[in-house]
Each structure stands twice: as C-alpha cells, then as structure tokens.
C-alpha cells in the first residue's frame, strides 16, 4: 500500500528521546538554526518582504529576473560571471537536490555522495528513487575528494554530489583538487552538483573561498540559499547556478524549468525582496561568522592539555572533536546529556569512519558553549 521509497521505521533515535526526555536547561552545542541561537532579529531586514509587487502572481518557472539578477551579481562580486538566465531558484537547497535528481537520473540510477557529511542526502535520493552511493572523502588528506570512475561507471551512477566547504568536517575543495574532480567528471560523463551553501563562511581571517560556478570543464550545478547566506532559513529560497559546456548547460536549464514549471514553489515576496535581503544581510552574515570564529578559538584553547582534540575546520558552522573511545559514540553523548546535561552529535550520525568523534555547532550563544565545552572536557578528563 504505501512506497517502499520512504522508511517504515519513523521512531526517533535513542538520543532523540533522550534530549526530549532531559527537559529544558540543557546546554545545546547542536543547534544549527541561526533563528535560534540569539543573534539579532534583522525585523528591518524582513521589511522589505512587504514590496507591493509581492502581491500580484505572475511566476517565471526559473525565477522572477530580478531575483536570478541578484544572485548574478553576488557572483559578480567574486569575479565570477554568470548568466541570469543559468539561475534556477528554488524553495531551499533540499528541494535543489530533488530538481536534479530528477534532471539527471532515471529510476535506480546512482549519484555519490560524500562521507563523511550532512546525513540528508540517502533519504533525497530515495524520494527520487534514486541510489546514493557513499564517496569516502580521503581523512589522510583533510578529507580531499578524489574520484575513481571505475566505480563511478560499475554503480551506474550520472552525478557527483561534493560539499565545498564540508558539513561538518569544515573542509574545502582546494584548486588542485577542484581541477582534478571537473576534469575527471567531464571524461566520464559525469554532471558535479557542488553544494557551496557554507562558502561565505571562511573560519580563518583573510580566508576566501573560490566557488565551482567559475569551472566550466564539466557540466556543473552549483547551490546557494539565504538559509545560510544571511542566515534565514524561513524566508525559503535558494538557487542552482547551471555552468559547464554550453550545449550540456543549455539542455540541463530546459530540463530544469520543466521541473521548476510542475511545482512553481518559490514564494513571490521573497523573490522581490532578493536583492535588498543579499544587500542588507551582510551585517547578520557578518555577526554569524564572527560568533563561529569566536566559538573555534575558545574551543581550540579549551582543547590545549586535554585528551580532546580539535579537527580544526576550514569553514561552515561546525567543528569536529576526537576523544579517546573507550565507549562508542552514541553512548558517551547520552552520558554526557544525562550527566552533564550537555547535548553533541555522535560521528556516526556523519558516516565518519572508526568511532571517538563527536560535532559541535559554532553557532551556540557563546556563554552556552563555553560551559558547554568546559562540561564536556570534564567528563573526558582521566
């Protein structure tokens, strides 16, 4: 009766009980929405939200012009060059991933994913019926992705999916690396589906990182969205930047506004207000990455003269800590939720390989995670 495409075991986990079971009073180092870690509201930034050409429909299925224009010129800034016409918008970058599947697989075909990574993209796949393969990133080489296309050719797979910079491992597609991965994708016939949602957020001062909208070897899609950007995910909407040989990126775009033409779900305030929330969303950018490179030097200093150390993240909102396992990860987070009342995310939940890796989110208030991570060391201290 139902699909087999969505799981029949819907239980939460027994660390989803048990945060629900602690009540309130625990220190958070998981949170990860930027509307609820106490950064300022923006509500003037949400003003411009009220444009009263948000009240006459008129869809485009790529997006109102204006809005893809927008997102040109934050490329523009880059010194990247993309045309508004190579701009897909869409409600948010999940719903990118849904329009791409569809775009470039048929049923039972294959996309790789990275591992380790944001455990999102097997249940997407599946909604699409659509295989994910794990693609191990290499932890002997800050997680650089390499691809073999033997394997890629056996699983039958048709894309690439890479995330630059990483969640929650932190780290970015160097230009060599980035080089060596277009390359092999275009002689293999591969499309790369590069999700840059966290590009904006180098960790280290004077760090900046190069987007793949400026490759062009392969056929390339390229994500982005204000729920990382400026830090709202509410406002629902994110892009695909369509680059790469322009026969193969002129067929993906007719493709995809067929795709974007069935479902029409970008809201049309938003699209209207686009360009003053890239604008004026700078500052609210600014403090959250000012908040994250705080966070990672307190955490690095905690760390010194510990059993704990840091795997010090390029860039993104997390950062990923190892202690000595002498119990599995699952259940040193529960004992420290129960005894500490301290909530982290176990590595398994990321597909790290081997055990003794916990995550914690740089986006926690910074009184919160500073005796969040004092408890924490705490309860790994011999």
């Not at 067929?258 to 929330?277: C, I, K, R």
């Not at 909102?317 to 982290?344: I, K, N, Q, T």
Request: hydrophobic residues 45%; charged residues 25%.
């Amino acid at each position: 009766m139902f699909s087999r495409r969505i799981p029949s075991d819907l239980e939460p986990n027994a660390l989803a009980r048990a945060r629900e079971a602690a009540g309130p009073g625990v220190l958070d180092l998981t949170i990860s929405n930027p509307t609820a870690c106490g950064l300022d509201d923006d509500a003037g930034l949400l003003a411009s939200l009220a444009d009263p050409r948000g009240a006459r429909y008129a869809p485009h299925p790529l997006g109102l012009r204006s809005a893809r224009e927008a997102i040109a010129a934050t490329y523009a800034e880059r010194g990247v060059a993309v045309e508004p016409g190579r701009i897909v918008l869409t409600a948010s970058s999940s719903e990118a991933y849904g329009f791409l599947f569809r775009t470039l697989c048929d049923a039972d075909d294959a996309v790789l994913v990275p591992i380790p990574s944001y455990p999102l993209f097997e249940h997407l796949a599946a909604l699409d019926a659509v295989r994910a393969v794990p693609w191990p990133l290499d932890p002997h080489a800050d997680w650089r992705p390499r691809l073999d296309p033997d394997a890629a050719r056996r699983e039958r797979a048709r894309a690439v999916v890479v995330v630059h910079p990483n969640n929650p491992t932190g780290s970015a597609v160097c230009a060599e690396a980035a080089d060596a991965l277009a390359r092999g994708c275009a002689d293999a016939g591969l499309a790369l589906v590069v999700d840059e949602v966290f590009l904006d957020y180098p960790l280290a001062e004077g760090e900046r990182f190069d987007t793949f909208a400026a490759r062009n070897r392969a056929l390339t899609f390229t994500l982005g969205g204000l729920s990382k950007s400026v830090g709202l995910p509410q406002l629902k909407l994110g892009w695909i930047v369509v680059g790469g040989p322009p026969p193969l990126a002129d067929e993906a775009v007719r493709r995809l506004e067929f795709v974007a033409d069935s479902y029409l779900s970008v809201g049309t305030p938003v699209q209207w207000a686009l360009s003053t929330l890239l604008r004026e969303g700078r500052r609210r950018r600014e403090a959250i990455l000012a908040r994250c490179r705080r966070n990672l030097a307190a955490l690095a200093m905690a760390c010194v003269g510990t059993p704990v150390s840091l795997e010090r993240p390029a860039g993104g909102w997390s950062a990923v800590l190892r202690y000595p396992a002498v119990e599995d990860e699952e259940a040193f987070a529960l004992g420290l939720l129960e005894r500490a009342r301290v909530a982290v995310q176990p590595g398994y939940f990321f597909d790290f390989p081997g055990r003794g890796r916990i995550v914690v989110s740089l986006l926690t208030p910074e009184a919160d995670f500073d005796e969040g991570i004092t408890r924490l060391l705490r309860e790994v201290e011999p």
